[in-house]
């Protein structure tokens, strides 16, 4: 590489990575090292040259795996970064651009050398990478071999928690989240979940662990800032002409720098610099989330999670009774701003979930908020685009919402909530409907989606809660809403009679051979389980609210054959009682009103007969209410995701797909 600009093309014949990865080991006060990481390089600029770069880094890999061990020239340029890293914060004081850019560039080397080392070797073997002993004289001897693995770690961490996030430093703090990514990344290459190792227990119990609350606070705050890549032309300014920094930063701005805008890497998908210009805010997340989900030790919690469930608002003055472990405080409203701004990323939508389930003070501030729309919305519209999306992220909206509707505030609250003009919502005209509304027909649909395409019955369970939480608190449906509950109804009532239909006409088929009735018999089970569900849904919302919901009654009597054939069904007859009630007492009325009545006078009827109605005549049943409950091993199902997630979304990091166990080409 050289002071000189390269090209992917030429890493293969480049004299100092030749130098670098050959059988001479170089002493670390040699010009050699400072010529290395001078260089400027053409970066990718399409997204799939992430992968010409990986490709030309491998091989250049391999052989320094079969010589450092006698050259110890890894270990070196591992020590020349360190040296470096122990005046970064001076440097970023004193505007030290080159200082900064040639340890970026030591950073930049090792990284890609990492990324092979750990596709190609276990732990150990990457440790004696780490590990040679006797080095060329000259040498500087400050850091014990057997540490420096950890000391590499150590420093990361503290680069990233230490180092102010500049234009002249967003690089140098990228590289570090981004190699202590790589670090993690042996998970991908294993099918079970690593549960203990090397790197794991550096990063959980050693130099590391003290900096843990203010890794989690800085990664938070790269989040939350959305800072955009800088442009190289403000990063390398010359203050006096023709100097040796205006020389070096004509190359650096057209080269160098490109690596880190974003220009060829990203997803797979194609994410450019204009679909995805926050590369630090991106990778911080994804570091953020790896951190969170590693599993707990043997003996030891995982103090990454400690710190993500128990943080404080700024605001926040009270003193804990007792002081949790790594528990520190950041700005809820900026955090709260970010993340409603944020949530086409699948990886933005676990952190809420995260920070929803286990952080009980997020959780609190969120539901006080008189702006949930700003957070409902976006995940109404992750719902309804359900075809175009992976089933992680629907699972992940939906189970947000579950935890949302178990507290009555917020059923209450989003009926309350008027909104004009979604102009997502393609299926009808919706001028002006209530968030609560939106809410039931965004869910109903999910539902319906499922039952004609997945068929997963845990993305039905949990709609289905979804809606039972909100029932009792059902406000002014939307004329539409109230159309579409007795529409899925429907639905479901004509799925249930053709599975009856199918088990009966198999049976005499059979003639007495019963084989091929179970599975009707389950898709019959699963039928009258979902239809007993929504009848408790309409019980509740009629037992709790009739007199808010006209247009539920008014839906309800427009249909109310649908309901003849499970008056006598022995699933439904108890909960029937009071639809039973409610449909003769109003049809009772309407016929008193006489015939050919007008829309209006028939909600007319309705309204007055609601306020009529005894509430003592409807037969109480308990309260619905279901929380959300993690699985019991949830790993098996996080792990996975999160790790899909790097490998499509960490920007400038390219894996192949061989080789890759954690999960399926098909999931990742």
């Known amino acids: 590489m050289g002071a000189n600009t390269s090209h992917v093309s030429d890493l293969a014949d480049n004299p100092s990575l030749k130098t670098l990865v050959g059988t001479e080991p170089m002493s670390e006060n040699d010009p050699f090292w400072n010529q290395l990481i001078s260089f400027t390089f053409i970066s990718p600029t399409s997204s799939g040259d992430s992968k010409l770069l990986e490709e030309a880094v491998v091989p250049l890999a391999k052989i320094l795996i079969q010589n450092n061990l006698r050259t110890g020239n890894f270990g070196a340029l591992v020590r020349i970064f360190l040296g470096r890293t122990k005046e970064l914060k001076i440097s970023t004081e004193c505007q030290d651009q080159l200082f900064i850019w040639q340890a970026h560039n030591a950073l930049f080397m090792i990284r890609c050398l990492l990324k092979v080392f750990i596709r190609e070797m276990n732990e150990d073997e990457l440790h ?119 020389g070096l930063a004509s190359g650096v701005a057209s080269g160098l720098w490109s690596v880190f805008t974003l220009g060829g890497s990203g997803s797979k998908a194609g994410v450019d610099q204009e679909h995805n210009p926050l590369p630090l805010s991106n990778q911080s997340l994804l570091l953020l989330l790896v951190l969170a989900n590693l599993t707990d030790g043997p003996d030891w919690p995982n103090p990454y999670r400690q710190a993500i469930t128990s943080f404080r608002n700024t605001q926040d003055t009270s003193s804990l009774s007792v002081e949790q472990p790594h528990t520190f405080q950041i700005n809820f409203n900026s955090l709260y701003t970010a993340l409603c701004e944020q949530q086409r990323s699948d990886q933005a939508t676990l952190l809420l979930y995260t920070l929803l389930h286990q952080n009980a003070n997020m959780r609190t501030y969120m539901l006080s908020r008189t702006d949930m729309e700003n957070l409902v919305l976006p995940i109404l519209e992750i719902l309804y685009h359900v075809e175009d999306r992976n089933s992680h992220h629907v699972y992940m909206a939906l189970i947000i919402l579950l935890i949302l509707t178990e507290d009555d505030t917020f059923n209450r609250s989003i009926h309350e909530v008027v909104l004009k003009n979604i102009s997502w919502y393609t299926e009808r005209s919706l001028t002006e409907i209530s968030l609560g ?232």
């Open 437 to 668: 509304s939106l809410l039931i027909l965004v869910v109903i649909r999910t539902i319906q989606f499922n039952m004609t395409r997945t068929r997963d019955k845990y993305l039905h369970t949990n709609c289905l809660a979804a809606l039972a939480n909100m029932s009792a608190q059902f406000r002014c449906l939307h004329q539409y809403a109230a159309q579409r509950i007795i529409s899925l109804f429907a639905l479901l009532s004509k799925k249930h009679n053709k599975v009856l239909e199918q088990a009966t006409q198999s049976l005499r088929g059979r003639r007495g051979d019963s084989s091929a009735l179970p599975d009707y018999a389950q898709d019959l089970n699963v039928i009258e389980e979902v239809i007993r569900m929504m009848l408790e849904i309409i019980n509740s919302c009629l037992s709790n609210s009739l007199h808010h919901n006209p247009n539920l009654v008014y839906a309800l009597l427009y249909k109310r054959e649908l309901f003849e054939q499970f008056r006598t069904h022995p699933s439904f007859q108890d909960i029937m009682q009071n639809l039973d009630t409610v449909i003769s007492f109003f049809s009772h009325r309407l016929e008193q009103a006489g015939s050919d009545l007008s829309v209006e006078r028939v909600q007319e009827v309705i309204m007055k007969g609601a306020q009529a109605l005894p509430t003592d005549r409807l037969k109480k049943f308990p309260e619905l209410k279901f929380k959300y409950v993690e699985e019991e091993q949830p790993e098996d199902f996080f792990i996975p995701y999160v790790w899909s997630l790097v490998f499509n979304s960490g920007v400038g990091l390219h894996w192949s797909p061989h080789g890759i166990e954690l999960f399926s080409m098909d999931s990742g």
């Open 128 to 246: 004696l990478q780490f590990s040679y002993q006797e080095r060329a004289p000259g040498s500087c001897g400050e850091t014990s071999s057997q540490s420096l693995l950890e000391e590499l770690l150590s420093n990361l961490v503290h680069l990233i928690v230490e180092v102010p996030l500049l234009d002249i430093t967003y690089s140098i703090l990228f590289e570090a989240v981004t190699t202590l990514l790589v670090f993690f990344s042996y998970q991908l290459f294993h099918k079970d979940i690593l549960r203990d190792g090397l790197i794991y227990r550096h990063i959980m119990k050693g130099r590391c662990l003290s900096l843990t609350s203010r890794l989690v606070k800085t990664l938070l705050y790269n989040f939350i800032r959305q800072e955009k890549c800088p442009p190289a032309t403000h990063i390398f300014e010359s203050k006096d002409e023709g100097g040796l920094l205006y």
